[in-house]
């Protein structure tokens, strides 16, 4: 499971970049400064959760009976995709719904945060 999380963490690197890079030159022109702001805060979010779910991959095959740092990939994954991925949607389409998924993104982001945490203290190897 470990490749899959560390190759979705290169996918949505790629993403954030993309994504900035249409932000900077396509985007940034016409959208409204507000709209723009919130859009470039999800690619921010999305660039750092990126890096954090690369860090969880690596755990997750270095610790691999801690089934906690896999809980919290997951979670950081999916709280990212409704997250950014909401905020992104709703800046480049002007529709508020896609605004709906943000706050279940949030929460599953900083469950997946403390279910790292709880990785790290029960976590049973013999390099404690």
Do not use: D
């Not at 979010?45 to 860090?55: D, K």
Request: hydrophobic share 55%; charged share 5%; glycine share 14%.
């Amino acid at each position: 499971m470990n490749r899959w999380i560390i190759a979705f963490s290169g996918a949505l690197g790629a993403c954030a970049v993309g994504l900035g890079a249409l932000g900077a030159h396509l985007w940034r022109s016409q959208l409204p400064p507000e709209t723009y702001a919130t859009l470039t805060m999800a690619i921010t979010y999305m660039v750092v959760h990126a890096v954090v779910v690369l860090g969880v991959g690596i755990l997750a095959g270095q610790f691999a009976n801690n089934r906690w740092f896999k809980a919290a990939a997951l979670l950081l994954m999916l709280g990212i995709i409704l997250f950014s991925g909401g905020l992104i949607l709703r800046s480049v389409t002007g529709l508020a719904e896609f605004g709906h998924l943000t706050p279940y993104g949030g929460i599953a982001l900083i469950l997946g945060w403390l279910t790292i945490s709880l990785g790290g203290i029960f976590n049973q190897s013999s390099s404690s």
